[in-house]
Nanobody, 119 residues
Framework: QVRLVESGGGLVQPGGSLRLSCAAS????????MKWYRQAPGKERELVAS????????TYGDSVKGRFTISRDNAENTVALQMNILKPEDTAMYYC????????????WGQGTQVTVSS
């Protein structure tokens, strides 16, 4: 059974930091690109960051460049999102996804973790 479990969300003041983590099980983690998405109420889902299987390539959405960092640990089957200088507009449900690199069309999602940035 494939599971992606996000953790680390919460309430933080503007300018603060949070570190999200996503633990994967039931997949060959090293063969999956990992991504973080977010979705705020009434808004479309947004790709926040993506990291390749070997961590050599990381990409970021324009709104988070320079503030967020994605990383992965293939030994622990985890992917993290370090979020710094948080802004109220970062408030959203954050989801991790795993995209299989061997063949197209296989993608798994977690249940999400809520991040709220407010004073």
């Amino acid at each position: 059974q494939v599971r992606l479990v996000e953790s680390g969300g919460g309430l933080v003041q503007p300018g603060g930091s949070l570190r999200l983590s996503c633990a994967a099980s039931g997949i060959s983690f090293r063969t999956y690109d990992m991504k973080w998405y977010r979705q705020a109420p009434g808004k479309e889902r947004e790709l926040v960051a993506s990291i390749s299987t070997d961590s050599r390539r990381a990409t970021y959405g324009d709104s988070v460049k320079g503030r967020f960092t994605i990383s992965r640990d293939n030994a622990e089957n985890t992917v993290a999102l370090q979020m710094n200088i948080l802004k109220p507009e970062d408030t959203a449900m954050y989801y991790c996804s795993a995209v299989w690199t061997i063949m197209s069309g296989r993608e798994y999602w977690g249940q999400g973790t809520q991040v709220t940035v407010s004073s």
